[in-house]
């Protein structure tokens, strides 16, 4: 496998992938890494489920079905109008860079549009993991802990020559998929991670977002 140094510097959010599926040993083996993360009080409030095959394509129809219908039923908000200064202007620089990528252009709605549908299907990935979570208070040490949970879950991807990209999209969906995979209401849906091998040759692969300066972001106190 690779080292640290080279996987955390390799990992990137793939938006196309092979049709290869994993094996399930190998799907095993980057689980036991991610279920090493570590959490509030060892609580391990992770409740994960993998869809590949029917049932990933069951899940593709509905969240395309609602998106037709106009609906959607996330358990946790998310407005971009609620980013502010340069939190925003990163995002609108990610979008822009998506874009030019793929070749949009900024007026060509429907075009951006059947860009965001594919997150409903995954990218073309095999897999895609759901990463539930019970609600305990504000759900913000929760929400922290299955975020150290997918790191782990995508570090251990990148290190084993796999891939993967968590899609808060997924989230947008979450009666439906707790429906369809059969999970209980006291679960919530904070994001999905769609997985398999890269795509080396997609357009969509080539980008590559930067990273802010240290000195925008931490500070040192001696």
Not at 2 to 31: C, G, K, N, W, Y
Not at 40 to 61: F, M, Y
Not at 158 to 177: C, E, K, M, N
Request: net charge negative.
């Amino acid at each position: 496998m690779l080292s640290f140094e080279d996987t955390v510097r390799l990992r990137h959010s793939p938006r196309a992938f092979l049709s290869t599926p994993l094996t399930d040993e190998q799907i095993h083996e980057v689980l036991q890494d991610a279920q090493l993360a570590p959490s509030n009080c060892n609580t391990q409030p992770w409740h994960v489920h993998i869809a590949s095959g029917d049932t990933k394509r069951a899940l593709t129809e509905a969240m395309l079905r609602n998106d037709e219908l106009g609906q959607v039923t996330p358990d946790f908000s998310f407005d971009y109008a609620d980013f502010y200064g340069d939190y925003f202007a990163r995002s609108q620089e990610q979008a822009k860079q998506y874009y030019d990528v793929l070749g949009i252009a900024r007026e060509d709605k429907d075009s951006r549009h059947q860009a965001l549908l594919r997150n409903y299907a995954f990218f073309g990935a095999p897999h895609v993991a759901f990463l539930f979570m019970p609600s305990f208070g504000d759900n913000v040490r929760v929400a922290g802990d299955i975020g150290m949970y997918g790191q782990n879950f995508l570090l251990s991807l990148t290190a084993r020559g796999y891939a993967g990209i968590p899609q808060t999209l997924l989230g947008f969906h979450a009666d439906s998929v707790r429906e369809i995979l059969g999970v209980s209401d006291q679960y919530r849906l904070l994001f999905g991670i769609s997985f398999g091998y890269e795509d080396p040759d997609a357009r969509a692969n080539q980008l590559r977002m930067d990273r802010i300066p240290l000195e925008q972001s931490v500070v040192f106190h001696k």
